[in-house]
Nanobody, 130 residues
């Protein structure tokens, strides 16, 4: 099982930047396909960005060229093996949502579908205003 804890959500103005961080811990966390999803009120959860164990990345159409997903191994924190980040630039009002990091199930080498992700963080709120 993998544990995920997000941080970094905040309220920012349109055009601003924000970096979200997710601490991923658990056995062999570095081998999981990891992702950021978001869900706005009244809307379905959508993929934001995905990164796999080979550091291949993929992005939702609405965030391409603005957001960057990355990950680093971190052995300095107790029980924290992988630090997953999402750098968000040129934020828009429509980026307002709860952002979740997630780990795909074992054997899933690559996916951008929420149903393939078995472990989720509690979410961190991002609010973008004009």
């Amino acid at each position: 099982q993998v544990q995920l804890v997000e941080s970094g959500g905040a309220s920012v103005q349109s055009g601003g930047s924000l970096k979200l961080v997710c601490e991923v811990s658990g056995r062999a966390s570095s081998k999981y396909c990891l992702a950021w999803f978001r869900q706005a009120p009244g809307k379905e959860r959508e993929v934001v960005a995905v990164i796999n164990d080979r550091r291949n990345t993929g992005y939702g159409d609405s965030v391409k060229t603005r957001f960057t997903i990355s990950k680093e191994n971190d052995y300095t924190k107790e029980n924290a093996n992988t630090i997953l980040s999402l750098q968000m630039n040129s934020l828009k009002v429509e980026d307002t949502a709860m952002y979740y990091c997630a780990a795909a199930g074992k054997g899933v080498r690559w996916s951008m579908r929420a149903t393939d992700f078995s472990d989720w963080g509690q979410g961190t709120q991002v609010t973008v205003s004009t």
